[in-house]
T-cell receptor
Framework: NAGVMQNPRHLVRRRGQEARLRCSPMKGHSHVYWYRQLPEEGLKFMVYLQKENIIDESGMPKERFSAEFPKEGPSILRIQQVVRGDSAAYFC?????????????????FGPGTRLTVL | KNEVEQSPQNLTAQEGEFITINCSYSVGISALHWLQQHPGGGIVSLFMLSSGKKKHGRLIATINIQEKHSSLHITASHPRDSAVYICAVGSGGGADGLTFGKGTHLIIQP
């Protein structure tokens, strides 16, 4: 059973370009979380998705950032018109559906991360 | 919003020492996670617990729900244990993203 997969592992973009980060959850996992780790800072929650639904996007910047988790295929975190401050490590985690749908009761498994550098 | 505090922020110890890392949080939770992040950045989940104590090899995690406090212990520490250890809490209720502590940078010297 493969773990959580993220690609690309490293992404370099110039200011104003778009960045697309992909996350394939573990087999059987229907919950995906995106987290951001800015240089010298801790991890911060961005968004929580289930298949075809955004459940909680309270940690997502209001502009330029969007996320989706389609019925087929990986989850995508999209950053439009990137700026230098977007340079960070972006981690995806997945978990299986929990009892009564409460996924906090289930362990989250992390991917290796995508390191985004904006020049 | 939950506030997660870890201590110490940095810890250097000699090989073989018993290590304790502490985590406190401010609001009731559904589960607490201990994570390990190595240089190079990958994150590994060590434990998830909501009560009591769990043990895996040389690692032990405990949680006191009433005191809103958890500890991670490493027995017979080894240089390969050198990493950043991160405490994270989940509050559940549909908003299931984790809230993280700033991490404890552990260095075990041979």
């Amino acid at each position: 059973n493969a773990g959580v997969m993220q690609n690309p592992r490293h992404l370099v973009r110039r200011r104003g370009q778009e960045a697309r980060l992909r996350c394939s959850p573990m087999k059987g996992h229907s919950h995906v979380y995106w987290y951001r780790q800015l240089p010298e800072e801790g991890l911060k929650f961005m968004v929580y998705l289930q298949k075809e639904n955004i459940i909680d996007e309270s940690g997502m910047p209001k502009e330029r950032f969007s996320a989706e988790f389609p019925k087929e295929g990986p989850s995508i975190l999209r950053i439009q018109q990137v700026v230098r401050g977007d340079s960070a490590a972006y981690f995806c985690a997945s978990s299986p559906p929990g009892l009564a749908g409460a996924s906090s009761y289930n362990e989250q498994f992390f991917g290796p991360g995508t390191r985004l550098t904006v020049l | 919003k939950n506030e997660v505090e870890q201590s110490p922020q940095n810890l250097t110890a000699q090989e073989g020492e018993f290590i304790t890392i502490n985590c406190s949080y401010s609001v009731g939770i559904s589960a607490l996670h201990w994570l390990q992040q190595h240089p190079g950045g990958g994150i590994v989940s060590l434990f998830m617990l909501s009560s009591g104590k769990k043990k895996h090899g040389r690692l032990i995690a405990t949680i006191n729900i009433q005191e809103k406090h958890s500890s991670l212990h490493i027995t017979a520490s080894h240089p390969r244990d050198s990493a950043v250890y991160i405490c994270a809490v989940g509050s559940g209720g549909g908003a299931d993203g984790l809230t993280f502590g700033k991490g404890t940078h552990l260095i075990i010297q041979p």
